[in-house]
């Protein structure tokens, strides 16, 4: 594991592309059930699975990447397409026995637990950004279901591969609440998360609307609002509903919605299953 920073961004990208990136315990022991009954498995079945971990859903769509031939017209830019792209039997050729993140951080359960609220940020993010393309009937709305799941890819590799300066990162903002989070990666990292992000999917080739989708720098694309916005949501709502940040948010995911923040509010307690 990475104990010191690396100098750059090619260094950065350069390290993690070839890392070996574990993926959840219930991933791994499913994906073994189904291994065993393999003839019973389908890519809806399995893409029910693998779309509840942001990591295996990353290692897929760069395997199914790397295996594009070039008289394909369209990337596989979900789990399913990247499924029915490959073929079951191929697939599990493919992904033998997963190593987990449980194993890979069991010394370290701070880096563990950090890790862990990463994830289910994601998973609610990726909920929050399926409604609202949904709302606004988006013909990409796995996609963009997509974009949210993996939104933060890069933030948790650094947990699984350098935790001790994920942990740095997360103190420094728990000492300086002001502090922006691309100022403290800066000074932990030399580099901005990203920026990491989105040159991790050129080294892998993945699909170039998934990347479009997941650059925060775009902002002004419908798309993109629906993932960004889904984002900051489940980052401010992780502990509840009280921030005093989600009164802004609702303001905007009402604009992109056309609702009132009133009714945006009462699709967003919908979404997340939580009481208005």
């Known amino acids: 594991m990475l104990e ?10 350069a390290h993690l592309r070839h890392m070996t990136i574990p993926v959840l315990a219930s991933t791994s022991e499913q994906l073994e059930l189904w291994r065993s009954n393999e003839d019973a498995a389908d890519a809806h079945l399995l893409g029910e699975i693998l779309n509840k971990d942001p990591l295996m859903t990353l290692k897929l769509l760069a395997h199914a990447a790397s295996q594009r031939s070039s008289r394909l017209l369209t990337d596989a ?12 039997t191929p697939f599990f050729k493919a992904f033998g026995p997963q190593p987990t993140v449980e194993e890979r951080l069991a010394g370290r359960p701070e880096a563990l637990a950090g890790l862990q609220r990463v994830l289910l940020r994601a998973e609610r993010a990726a909920r929050f950004a399926l409604g609202f393309a949904a709302h606004r009937a988006d013909p990409d709305a796995e996609v963009i279901h997509s974009a949210a799941l993996l939104h933060d890819f890069s ?7 350098a935790p001790a300066l994920a942990l740095q990162i997360q103190q420094l903002q728990a000492a300086q609440p002001g502090l922006r989070s691309t100022a403290a990666q800066r000074q932990v990292l030399n580099i901005e998360l990203g920026d990491l992000e989105q040159a991790l999917m050129k ?6 609307l998934l990347a479009q989708i997941t650059n925060d720098k775009k902002a002004r694309d419908p798309q993109v609002r629906c993932v960004m916005l889904a984002v900051r949501l489940a980052r401010h709502t992780a502990l509840g509903w009280e921030n005093p940040a989600i009164p802004d948010d609702l303001a905007e995911i009402g604009e992109l919605l056309t609702l009132s923040p009133a009714h945006a509010l009462k699709l967003l307690h919908e979404l997340d299953g939580t009481p208005g």
């Open 203 to 208: 080294a892998w080739h993945l699909p170039e």
């Open 77 to 88: 830019e979900t789990v399913t397409a990247a499924l029915v792209l490959l073929g079951i």
């Open 4 to 13: 010191q920073p690396l100098r750059d961004l090619a260094a950065w990208t």
């Open 155 to 161: 933030e948790m590799l650094l947990w699984c591969e």
